[in-house]
C-alpha cells in the first residue's frame, strides 16, 4: 500500500475543512483475524485462548502510594503471585519491587489439548516522597495485594511546617 493511500483526504471541492480517512488498513486486518478466531471456534467447538487473557509483553503491578503523619504506604497489586514470587529491596531513596509471574494453563478437551505458559519478570522503582526508616519497615502479603509500611524518620516527620495566608 502506497503512503499517499494512508494520508487524510478532503471531501468535496476543498471548501469542507472535516478529512476523512479513505482506507483503514488496520481494519480489514482485524476483521480478517476476528473471522479466523471464529471459524475456529466453529469448526472444532473450542475457543481459543477461553478465559485466558493474552499476555502482554511486560507485568507492571499498579501501585498505591500514600503517606501519613507517621508512615509511607505503597500497595501493590500482585494477583497470581504469592510472597515467595516477590523481592523488595532499598536503594537510595527509593523501594524496589521485583519478581517473576509465571502461569501455566493445559486443557484437555475431547481430542484437542492446549498448553500455555507465560513468564515475565518485573521491576518497580518506587521514588519515596521522605525520608523513611528502612530498618522499621514492615511488609505484608495477602490475597495477592503486597502492602509496606514505611516509617518516616524523625526528621521527616517534623520537616511539616504550615505556612499562614495573609490579606492582601
Not at 476476528?34 to 471456534?41: A, C, G, L, P, T
Not at 484437542?112 to 518497580?124: D, K, M, P
Amino acid at each position: 500500500m502506497a503512503n499517499h493511500e494512508l494520508v487524510p483526504r478532503r471531501r468535496g471541492n476543498g471548501g469542507s475543512t472535516l478529512a476523512r480517512w479513505e482506507v483503514d488498513p488496520f481494519l480489514d486486518l482485524r476483521r480478517e483475524m476476528e473471522r479466523m478466531f471464529e471459524d475456529v471456534e466453529r469448526l472444532t467447538g473450542f475457543e481459543p485462548f477461553e478465559g485466558a487473557a493474552l499476555p502482554s509483553h511486560t507485568f507492571l503491578p499498579a501501585l498505591d502510594i500514600s503517606e501519613t503523619k507517621d508512615h509511607v504506604r505503597v500497595t501493590a497489586e500482585l494477583p497470581g503471585l504469592n510472597k515467595a514470587d516477590v523481592e523488595i529491596s532499598v536503594e537510595g531513596d527509593s523501594l524496589i519491587l521485583s519478581g517473576e509471574k509465571k502461569q501455566e494453563q493445559e486443557k484437555r478437551e475431547g481430542g484437542h489439548y492446549r498448553s500455555e505458559r507465560y513468564y515475565g519478570a518485573f521491576t518497580r522503582r518506587v521514588p519515596l516522597p521522605c525520608e523513611v526508616n528502612f530498618d522499621k519497615a514492615e511488609a505484608t502479603f495477602k490475597n495477592g495485594v503486597l502492602t509496606v509500611m514505611l516509617p518516616k524518620s524523625e526528621e521527616a516527620k517534623h520537616k511539616h511546617k504550615k505556612i499562614e495566608i495573609k490579606d492582601a
